[in-house]
């Protein structure tokens, strides 16, 4: 009801009915005048002030109390005010900064004569003489039993949905920045990474308790850790977030993905286009202050609880991860292990005790390691393997999913532990490693059996010798089956049988597993040659950080190391053979994949650990040029 429809009902214009309400009906005759007073008390519509005190009507009038803190504030007046306005009621705005302070707040609003509250509030306020005339604003759902009316919304729904839209583009590294008043979003941010098996790295997360302890400390953190994607849990964090990019020269969304909590009009201003999740603050205070007037009119208070939920506003700063797999179908068979890294002076000999400088555990095991090599190499990666079920065995999972490898292949034993390789490493860099198989022991025929459709135009097979060699060999045929080449590290060439040699179509020994495969005294040269006579297409020969040796059908050629300075050697070979897989897959010739190789290799030497030291494309792809000056020339580095 407002004054369009009393001057209809009356007969009269708007003017008339605006004259008799404020007094000023002089020119008005008195027959009108009371025929419009009429209808104005038989509707219980009086909206201005004076008048109730001139006539003891109602006031129409209704009061906001918001807390200053509320980032919907403005949305959640505007939706309010436009509501009231449309049905004649005039809107009383109150901010607080603490919840204590509603209560004289409300004190103030009965003195104004006002008919009923919406209130912003987890807590039952007393009333007083509005006691029923009370409508609750939430955006947590944290609310007492004791309220009987309460329109909310969850921001922590809003955190969940922007996890969840970067999820469907791919991602998997996904970052939160925050303020401190905002937690409800890390809530849902947490939920969503949990739902989907993604781990949640602690220096992913940030809350700030401004926006320029975000800028100077938040943004430098969750950015500089090869995150794909960010959830920014406001305008102004995103607002940051482009001109961080800005500085440090990438680009969105082809480098980071963007999602902000909350539209408006300061996204515009972005130039790609920021998305987010629109809040529904201005549709809960519409739909609520429009509830509010209906009891009010019907006089008598009824329960209800009505949630709104945020929705997705799309626009252009959400791609698939740089990373996106852009190579063949990889499949890697092999060892999923918790590795224990000890640093010490040299490499214990027999008899001798050492203490350890440090020591650190990472995962592990040389499966688990190409397959995580592959991923962050962007490639697309199949893992094969088997897990104990225990903590071990969680984090190794975690751990692989982060790093964008399907984990379709792999199974959790209930006996057996995870595996656990225990590393040496001396000051320069060299290692001793000791394995415990554990769970690994329990990769079967019937396993590689059930996952047969993996092979299934899968362009190579990385192969490691960690596991049964009866599962090795059937993994070979298997392949040649699928016309998957097979890419094979010999960390115990006595295991692999040697009339399936044949069917290798890449050999990549250090220069003593050559040895021990071709004992005696002949060149690394000859060596290689009696392998290709044995069957296998390709021989390459890692020589640590003097770079390796290639011998094919076309060529017999060395490449020289990078000059790296190495800190742990332990991953240098698993790092080779991922990178070699990914370049050969999307479809570079051998001498170009080797040169990839030999780099990404040259970096991950001088990390400690192995997974964590595993290189990104970004890293690798920073030598681009080097490498193709360096190797794409099959005469340079040639014997």
Known sequence: MNIRDIARLAGV?????????????????????????????????????KFREKEGLKSHLIGLILKRSNRERENIVFGAEQEARRQGYGLIVSYVDEEEEIEEIVDGMIKKKTEGLLIDSGKRIPGGALENAIVYLNQTQKFDERQKAVFYYRLSEAGRLAVERLVEAGHQKIACIIRLNDKSILDGYRLAMQRNNLQCSKVWTYEGNSIEDIEKYGIPQCLSEDVTAVVCGSQEIACCVCKWMERSRTVIPDELSVITIGDGKLLEILGCGITAVKLPGENMSCDAAGYLIHMLQEEKQAEVMRKFSPVLKERNSIVHPPQEKQGGKIIVVGSLNMDVTIEVSRIPVNGETQLAKKVYVFPGGKGGNQAVGVGKLGGQV????CLGNDMDGKQ??????EN??????????????????????????????????????????????RCKYLFQNAKYCLLSLEIPSEIAEYTIKLCKRNHTEVILKPSASDKIRKDLLKDI????????ELDTFVPGDKSLEEKAGILREKGIETVIVTRGSRGCYLRNRELSMYF???????????????SFISALAVYLSEGRDIVQSIGFAIYASGISVTRYGVQPALPDRKAVDIYKEEIHFRYSDGEKGSK
């Not at 179509?505 to 003593?512: G, I, L, Q, S, T």
């Open 13 to 49: 214009s708007v003017s008339t009915v605006s004259k008799v309400m404020n007094g000023k009906d002089k020119d008005i005759g008195e027959e009108t005048k009371k025929r419009v007073l009429k209808i104005i008390e038989e509707e219980h519509y009086v909206p201005y002030f």
């Open 382 to 385: 199949y893992m094969i393997g």
């Open 396 to 401: 190794l999972y975690s751990s692989l999913m």
């Open 404 to 449: 964008h490898v399907h984990m379709d292949g792999v199974l959790l034993d209930r006996l057996l532990p995870s595996g656990k390789a225990y590393i040496n490493v001396d000051e320069k860099g060299e290692s001793a490693i000791v394995v415990y198989p554990g769970a690994n022991r329990k990769l079967s025929v019937t396993q590689i059996n």
């Open 505 to 512: 179509a890449y050999f990549v020994p250090n220069e003593k």
């Open 560 to 574: 020289e190391g990078t000059g790296f300075e190495p800190v742990d050697t332990t991953g240098g070979a698993d």
